[in-house]
């Protein structure tokens, strides 16, 4: 048995929130959509007619938001009615790394759990589903129903209808850049939950484009916890094949090459294999974090060092490009010009959340060079948050770098001394290298941390090139 379900709210319009919600209402014409959010701006820019302006780019993301944004889902600042209406709440927020007190640096912040919760149990009328899909440690479900039978047993002693929760986990898989093809598509979904009609009720939802196959249903912590692990060993390969590529660039052999040869072994499979300047995004290094701090928790101090050494290699391996690129460039790279190519943290997206080039800038910064940074969808703003001063207010005195932000990648290689390629976009694989010969002064280098560079046409123009991994360019 199921409930039948009209209207759906969803509490966070971001990453995961907006796009989930749009392909649900594409794959549901039925369902009423109300995405919520405490972010005036961000409600805005969801709204705006511009499809250009939308918040979050993502491919395949403006079609749908055409064909369903006020048809059947809406994004609004409302919160409160859009609660007290919907018979289904999905709550997407945010849940960053603790930056102080118990657990600072490891734990997940749940203030924002905590305050969604706090919101539904005030404001929700009659019975409602809850479901979690922010990504978020184990137990956090049991969180958001302590706080919600609160609020319906202080119901019950003013005399008030009783309200009655049940709570989901559906933690969502999706990967930015290829957000809308994973939710039309995805592996699987999972459902965790302990109330089979809430369960059923979810799951009618899916069916409507999903195989039932696909679908699993399991309790709520083993769903919770599936979450954090597939992250981790998602994040662990990343570690594992960044690990070697030192050895095949001081032995000569090719890390592309042993990713092939070794991901063609079935019980390895090939995805994920391919070695670049860590991993960023919101996801790995948070949940990781988690993973270690519920190990250390349970008195499992092997199994969290055994984790922590993941985030230790992705550090390490961003910490060493660095030391790559002052040694090239003949030890120094105080005031030389460097093009950084690339600033999200993949491509396809406009996300910077714990990027790669945040903390490759910020050491490059710390030598002393400029930095003409450029990148086909993160703004100047967003940069700014991370390394702060720019060039245009930098104290002169100062021996640290600064950077400019460039609108195309010409302007960026305009009397630079290297290129470092920091994020995969297919533009950097035609790169204009005869044109940059002329422009850029040289000895001028090219430093691929994507494999994504034509090596061939940067030698045939005279650039030096370093690239990650490769022996042969060393
Ligand atoms: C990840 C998970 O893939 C997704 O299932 C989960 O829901 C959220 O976290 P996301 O962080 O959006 O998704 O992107 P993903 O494609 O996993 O990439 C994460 C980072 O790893 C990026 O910085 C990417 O460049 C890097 N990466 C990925 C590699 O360095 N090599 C690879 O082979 C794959
Ligand atoms: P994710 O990648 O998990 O989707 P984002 O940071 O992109 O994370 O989006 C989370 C959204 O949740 C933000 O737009 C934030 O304003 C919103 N949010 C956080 N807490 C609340 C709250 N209590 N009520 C409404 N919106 C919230």
Redesign the pocket.
Same mark, same amino acid.
């Given at each position: 048995m199921e409930k039948k379900i009209r209207k759906i709210c969803c509490?966070?319009?971001?990453?995961?929130?907006?796009p989930s919600m749009a392909v649900i209402a594409d794959r549901c014409p039925y369902l009423d959509i109300n995405v919520?959010?405490?972010?005036i701006e961000?409600i805005a820019k969801w709204n705006s007619t511009n499809l250009e302006e939308l918040p979050?780019y993502e491919p395949g993301l403006k079609e749908v938001i055409k064909r369903v944004r006020n048809r059947n889902l809406f994004f609004s600042n409302d919160?409160e009615k859009n609660i007290a209406e919907a018979d289904m709440i999905f709550i !997407?927020?945010?849940?960053p790394t603790k930056s102080r007190g118990i657990g600072a640096g490891q734990a997940s912040d749940l203030k924002?759990i905590e305050?969604?919760a706090r919101?539904i149990g005030e404001h929700s009328i009659g019975s409602s589903i809850i479901v979690e899909k !922010?990504?978020i440690p184990v137990k956090t479900a049991q969180t958001i129903k302590s706080i919600l039978d609160s609020y319906s047993f202080k119901k019950t002693l003013d005399n008030e209808k009783i309200k009655s929760f049940s709570i989901l986990s559906n933690p969502e898989f999706l990967a930015e850049g290829t957000a809308i093809s994973d939710l039309e598509n995805p592996d699987r979904v999972l459902i965790g939950g302990e109330d089979e009609m809430a369960i059923n009720t979810l799951k009618e939802i899916y069916l409507n484009w999903i195989k039932g196959s696909k679908i699993i249903t399991t309790d709520l912590w083993s769903s919770e916890l599936s979450k954090l692990i597939a992250n981790a060993f998602l994040a662990q390969r990343i570690s594992s094949i960044n690990s070697i590529t030192p050895l095949c660039e001081l032995t000569g052999a090719n890390i592309n090459d042993v990713a092939i040869a070794i991901g063609m072994d079935s019980r390895i499979g090939k995805y994920f294999l391919n070695s670049g300047p860590g991993f960023g995004g919101?996801c790995f290094k948070k949940d990781i974090l988690n993973l270690v701090y519920i190990c250390n928790h349970y008195g499992l101090i092997e199994v969290a060092d055994y984790w922590e050494k993941v985030i230790d290699i992705n550090n390490w391996q961003q910490k060493r490009l660095t030391r790559i690129i002052v040694e090239k460039l003949f030890g120094t790279i105080s005031e030389k010009k460097l093009a950084i190519l690339g600033f999200a943290f993949k491509a396809n997206t406009n996300?910077i959340?714990e990027s790669p080039a945040i903390r490759i800038c910020k050491d490059l910064l710390e030598e002393g060079c400029y930095l003409n940074i450029f990148d086909p969808k993160v703004n100047e703003l967003q940069i700014k948050e991370e390394l702060g001063v720019n060039d245009k207010d930098r104290l002169p005195e100062t021996n640290r770098g600064s950077w400019v932000f460039t609108s195309s990648i010409t302007q960026a290689v305009n009397g630079a001394d290297a290129i470092v390629v920091l994020t995969d976009w297919s533009e950097f694989n035609n790169l204009n290298f005869e044109n940059f010969s002329k422009i850029m002064r040289s000895p001028s280098w090219v430093f691929d941390t994507r494999n994504v560079v034509n090596v061939k046409a940067a030698k045939l123009y005279g650039f030096k090139v370093w690239k990650l991994g490769d022996g042969s360019t060393n």
């Open positions: 509490i966070g319009a971001g990453y995961v929130g907006g919520i959010d405490k972010n961000r979050i919160l !997407s927020v945010n849940t924002w305050s969604c919101l !922010s990504t919101s996300d959340r």
